[in-house]
């Protein structure tokens, strides 16, 4: 399993490095993609995995379209409304947040 921390706006270095902790405990690869300005950079990111946790970042259909193995996606902060919903149920990509 391959997942994706897509983040315009970073996590703090402690978040990250406890989400890897985790990751190589459970035996999956984590990806980074920090501080991107290009949204293909993003495109091309989600292209082989299978979890995106994002901050604010947008997950347009068109990112849902690029992300062929997407399985779920998680919003860290309250709220959907950076996530395409439709295109996402569409897909049958869970989705959920992190509120508080």
């Known amino acids: 399993m391959k997942i994706l921390v897509?983040?315009?706006k970073p996590f703090a270095k402690k978040a990250t490095d406890e989400m890897r902790n985790i990751?190589?405990?459970?035996g999956v690869e984590l990806v980074l993609l920090e501080?991107?300005?290009d949204v293909n950079d993003?495109?091309?990111a989600v292209e082989t995995v299978d979890?995106?946790?994002?901050?604010?970042?947008?997950?347009t259909k068109e990112?849902?379209?690029h992300?062929?193995?997407l399985k779920i996606v998680v919003r860290a902060g309250a709220g959907f409304d950076n996530l395409?919903?439709?295109?996402?149920?569409?897909r049958k990509i869970v989705c959920m947040n992190t509120p508080g």
């Not at 990751?23 to 459970?26: D, E, F, G, R």
């Not at 979890?51 to 997950?59: C, E, N, P, Q, T």
């Not at 395409?84 to 569409?90: G, K, N």
Request: aromatic letters at 8%.
């Open 67 to 69: 992300a062929k193995n």
């Open 35 to 37: 501080k991107y300005t």
């Open 6 to 8: 897509a983040t315009e």
């Open 51 to 59: 979890g995106l946790i994002v901050r604010s970042d947008k997950v």
């Open 23 to 26: 990751a190589q405990s459970a």
């Open 42 to 44: 993003f495109y091309r």
């Open 84 to 90: 395409d919903l439709a295109a996402c149920t569409e």
């Open 63 to 65: 990112v849902v379209a």
